[in-house]
């Protein structure tokens, strides 16, 4: 499984973004995924997951109501909608795939190479 993320770039605060994570591989629709980042000088944090199907999600409490995690599986891509980004949200942001549970917790397999988002005050 290959995973591309993208989308990501300068914006104001109180602007958005969406990001936007290409999925390659065998049944790779079938594969919960994940959105996580990590803060210049910080440890890298679960931001939002979605399950196989699109059915379920999960969103941290941190952006919860402003990110929006999806996905299309006949695109096999997933996105992250972000609106009334803070200067706060600055970080590298990663795509996760993982063939066993979901969630922030589980061990995940297969990772993105990151985009990187910039939210100025």
């Known amino acids: 499984v290959q995973l591309q993320a993208s989308g990501g770039g300068l914006v104001q605060a109180g602007g958005s973004l969406r990001l936007s994570c290409a999925a390659s591989g065998r049944a790779v629709s079938r594969y919960p995924m994940a959105w996580f980042r990590r803060a210049p000088g910080k440890e890298r944090e679960f931001v939002a997951a979605?399950?196989?199907?699109?059915?379920?999600?999960y969103t941290a409490d941190s952006v919860k109501g402003r990110f929006t995690i999806s996905r299309d599986n006949a695109k096999n891509t997933m996105y992250l909608q972000m609106s009334s980004l803070k200067p706060e949200d600055t970080a590298v942001y990663y795509c996760a795939a993982t063939w066993s549970g979901w969630g922030p917790e589980v061990p995940y397999k297969y990772w993105g190479q990151g985009t990187l988002v910039t939210v100025s005050s």
């Open positions: 979605i399950t196989g199907s699109g059915g379920d999600t």
